[in-house]
């Protein structure tokens, strides 16, 4: 069974962050470790969450006790989301270091993949973690990554190069010298994701949700995405289906009411493409 190891928040009541990304793999039937960076109650968006940030020394400790039952080794996918200090962003770095460098007999895959979701701020919000933590996700974090899947205003913070539409997106994107997965690229009245590496980009875009979107939306394209190139997916169609998943899951929680996304109950229609769904090549 592939693995995935998450370090990430942990939100009790909220379906964002590395908690919502474990229940998703389910799903795909890879297995998840999460390493918990923050234990909240709740989203900040819904107010004081509760909780508190997760001690260096305990975070620390969660990685040496995974590493120590031979787990490295095993780990298919590392996944980094939010991070709450620089210690940790530092320690995620080497936790990535010696999942590479480990020994993988018994691995799923002959090398580990590693997805980075530099998880800073957002169009309208700004920087929503310390500048000194987005620093070092991007000093530390970004150079080790495979892939890297921020937002537009993410890209653009990153690279100083807009990435608000389509087009831009691919610019900017090119300018890290990754592959990239770019949310919330908006063209007209529609709103989608672009992936882009030196060899190809897409778009995968649908009408803008016209009814409150639940939080959560970045972590959940982000390892569906990440699930489907683990299953040896081309990105395009790894695109479209996460998208599509994506899509159908706010749909759901319109039609269901629900304020938090609805990644149980969706069950396998949460890998799914959609037919809301418009693909586009870029490049």
Not at 64 to 84: H, I, M, R
Request: proline content about 7%; charged content about 20%.
């Amino acid at each position: 069974m592939p693995m995935a190891l998450i370090m990430s928040s942990h939100v009790a009541g909220s379906r964002v962050g590395g908690s919502a990304q474990a229940l998703a793999l389910t799903q795909f039937k890879i297995d998840p470790v999460v390493i918990p960076t923050v234990l909240y109650g709740r989203h900040p968006g819904w107010g004081a969450p509760g909780g508190a940030q997760v001690p260096i020394e305990a975070f620390e400790g969660m990685l040496d006790g995974v590493e120590a039952n031979g787990l490295f080794g095993l780990c298919d996918l590392v996944l980094t989301g939010y991070f709450a200090s620089v210690e940790q962003v530092r320690a995620a770095a080497r936790a990535i270091d010696a999942v590479r460098a480990a020994p993988r007999e018994g691995a799923f895959n002959r090398r580990p993949m590693v997805v980075v979701d530099p998880v800073m701020g957002d169009a309208g919000k700004g920087l929503f973690i310390p500048p000194d933590v987005a620093q070092a996700i991007q000093d530390e974090l970004l150079p080790r990554a495979d892939l890297i899947a921020p937002n537009s205003w993410e890209l653009q913070r990153i690279t100083g190069s807009d990435a608000r539409d389509p087009a831009a997106a691919v610019r900017a994107a090119r300018l890290t010298g990754k592959a990239v997965l770019v949310s919330s690229v908006v063209r007209g009245g529609e709103i989608g994701v672009v992936y882009a590496d030196k060899k190809e980009a897409w778009l995968a875009a649908h009408q803008k949700a016209t009814s409150p979107v639940p939080s959560g939306t970045g972590d959940l394209l982000t390892v569906l995405f990440a699930a489907a190139l683990l299953e040896g997916q081309t990105p395009s169609y790894g695109l479209a289906r996460a998208v599509g998943g994506l899509a159908e899951t706010i749909t759901s929680s319109g039609i269901w009411a629900s304020p938090e996304l609805p990644i149980v109950a969706m069950g396998s229609r949460i890998k799914q493409a959609s037919p809301t769904v418009r693909m586009e090549r870029l490049a």
